[in-house]
Structures are given as C-alpha cells and as structure tokens.
C-alpha cells in the first residue's frame, strides 16, 4: 500500500522538514557522530520481554495481546509512584501496566478478545491495574480501550492476524493500517500548517508484535527495517543528556522545572521531530535498523547518570 492510499505523511521526512524550520530545538552533529563511534552496534539486540510478562499462546492470542498492550501503552509518569506485584515481584511504569495485563490474562483469556475490552466497565480496567498508587489517564484508557475493540470487532473481525494479512505481513502498513482506522494510534500533528506524522505506538506494535511471533515461533513481519525510532519522552532526554538535542534556554529551562509541554506544541512536535532525526542519523552512522537501536536508547535513558529529566506531556499518543 503507498502512502497516498493510507493519506498519511511520511514520517522521517515529515519530520526532518519540521527539524529544517525549528525555532527551539537543534541537533548536534558533532555529539551525535561521538555517540554514534561510541555504541557497539553488534552488541544491540532483538527486545524481548521480560519472561514473566509474556505470554505462551497462539498465533491470534499473541497478536491481541500485543494490541491490547500497545493500545494502553502511553503516559506513565505522574508524580505519585504506581506499581503493579505479579509473578514474584513489583513493576513500575510501562511493565507496570504488562504486568497487569498479563496478571488479567492469566485469570480470564477473555481479555485477549475484542469483544471484553469493548465491554469493560472503569472499575474493570481499574482492577486489572490495580496496585500501589493508580494507572494515569485511567479514563482515557478505558475510552482507548473500548473504541480499539470495537474497531477490530467492525473492520477486522476481533483479530489483529486479519489486520496483519491485509498489510499483507509488512511492519510499516500494519502501521498504518493501525494509524488509519485506529484514531488512538493515529500519531499525526500539525507544524505550520503541515502534518507530520510520528506513529509511536502504531510502529513499536508492529515490532513487538514481530518480537512476540518470533519468540513463540509464530513466524515475523517484514519491512521492520524500514521503522523509525519510537519518539517518546525517554529518548529526547536521553539525547539531550549526550549533548546531540539542543533545546533553547528558554524551553530547557521549562523542561527541568517539570513544566508541562502541551501536546500539539511546537515546542513539543520538534522535540519529538528532533528525536526522529537524531535516531534516523545514528542508525545510519551505525549501519543498524533504527527500531533495534530504539530499545537499546531507551535502556540507556534509564542509566542513573542521566540527570536532566524528561518533558512532560499528557498525552495518549506516547
């Protein structure tokens, strides 16, 4: 399928045409080339999930369960601690809410089907997370939840395997095709009047769900190559701990005094156009797929000597 046919921008070069025209952000490409020297790219590896948050099913279950986790997979951070206990120990954020849905799954198999999602009350979702402290966005959850339901229900009769056929088992279209029909995966924002496209969630789907297939031996996708890194909070920050993202005084100094970014800024759409780029630039210098360097970036943005914090946006895209 050609991008006229989905009506959606390009992302790599919608972004680079914002990071051409950025008022507040730059990129360093000396910092990026020292960082680029730095990492051993034969050292980076396929994800994989912790064992634990996995599950062991078949080709449809697996599949549902990707999308049933990357629909609700965005907005962690809050200022009150929320962890999830499963399988012997306590997750925080991101696994937080894998933990809860894999404690879900192994109670009652009838969250991995479309049809309970759409009927799943607040308090049900509010279960399902339940823990020390509470989930963000609970509400916004529970109204992403349901509409992802009832449009695999109404387009794709319940499973993501028919989404994946129609993409004819290419990663960037089941993007796409997640970004089309799906407006909470649809990731796209306006910069002076243009629309750029990000896709976070739509893309990391499409590479966990080639993650999840791979380790349970239900075959991949193609074309992951071809992904972007997933432009989120953590790798702006990371980059910009390295020197290489270049924020203005005045938006640097937002940022570190935990001063929200609104979603739909141009502050915020050229952070995460910036993070594209700068992504796209070191997988190229490295000669790796951009995708495999983004879980390796997004480890290294947890390293305790990363001292600048993240920007803060409330926002269901990342």
Not at 138 to 159: I, Q
Request: a negative charge.
């Amino acid at each position: 399928m050609t991008e006229q046919i989905l009506n959606l921008p390009d992302i790599l070069e919608s972004c680079s045409w914002v990071v051409a025209r950025a008022r507040q952000v730059d990129i360093d490409d000396d910092a990026l080339r020292k960082h680029a020297a730095r990492i051993n790219g034969n050292a980076l590896v396929d994800p994989r999930l912790p064992e634990a948050l996995r599950i062991q099913a078949s080709r449809e279950a697996c599949a549902n369960f990707v999308l049933l986790s990357d629909c609700l997979n965005f907005c962690f951070w809050s200022d009150a601690v929320w962890t999830v206990t499963f399988a012997g120990r306590e997750w925080t954020r991101t696994f937080a809410m894998l933990a809860g849905l894999a404690r879900a799954v192994q109670a009652d198999e009838s969250w991995l089907q479309a049809q309970r999602w759409v009927d799943a009350r607040e308090a049900d979702v509010e279960k399902v997370f339940s823990g020390v402290g509470q989930i963000p966005l609970l509400g916004e959850r529970v109204e992403v939840l349901h509409e992802t339901g009832a449009v695999l229900l109404a387009k794709y009769d319940g499973s993501l395997v028919n989404l994946v056929e129609e993409a004819r088992g290419d990663a960037p279209t089941v993007a796409r095709l997640l970004a089309r029909d799906f407006s909470s995966f649809r990731d796209v924002a306006r910069y002076d009047g243009e629309p750029v496209a990000f896709l976070k969630r739509a893309q990391i789907c499409a590479a966990d769900l080639a993650s999840q297939w791979s380790t349970e031996k239900h075959g991949t996708l193609a074309g992951l190559d071809e992904l972007t890194v997933f432009a989120d909070y953590r790798l702006p920050q990371l980059f910009r701990h390295w020197g290489i993202l270049k924020p203005a005084d005045a938006l640097a100094d937002r940022i570190d005094s935990l001063e929200e970014i609104p979603a739909g800024s141009a502050e915020e759409i050229e952070l995460r156009a910036a993070t594209i780029c700068i992504g796209d630039r070191l997988a190229r210098a490295m000669d790796v797929p951009a995708w495999r360097l983004d879980y390796f970036l997004w480890e290294r943005s947890h390293d305790p000597d990363v001292a600048v914090p993240h920007h803060r946006t409330r926002t269901i895209f990342y």
